[in-house]
């Protein structure tokens, strides 16, 4: 059973920075395509950032060139580093994996960014 485990949320200042962890288990990781997610209070859920084995990525419009999506495959990890904060950032934050039909959630991590 794949298990996902995200750390590293908190309050952070506009402008700021932090990196979020995503630790993976129970299955071959280098199979899946990880991603990280949020959800802001009465929104939808929405994609961030996603990467592949192959070492493509892809980013929401609203991240390019302040977030960046890593993965370890040594280590079974997803990072995200989050540079630049805005307070529409504030969300929960979520990791995902999937492969074919198999689509696996974390519990998220809240995100906080004051003004």
């Known amino acids: 059973q794949v298990q996902l485990v995200e750390s590293g949320g908190g309050l952070v200042q506009a402008g700021g920075s932090l990196r979020l962890s995503c630790a993976f288990s129970?299955?071959?990781?280098?199979?899946?395509?990880v991603g990280w997610y949020r959800q802001a209070p009465g929104k939808q859920r929405e994609l961030v950032a996603t990467a592949t084995n192959g070492g493509s990525t892809n980013y929401a419009d609203s991240v390019k060139g302040r977030f960046t999506i890593s993965r370890d495959n040594t280590v079974k990890m997803v990072y995200l580093q989050m540079d630049s904060l805005k307070r529409e950032d504030t969300a929960v934050y979520l990791c995902n994996a999937r492969w074919g039909n198999r689509n696996h959630w974390g519990l998220g991590t809240q995100v906080t960014v004051s003004s």
């Open positions: 129970g299955s071959i990781f280098s199979l899946y395509v």
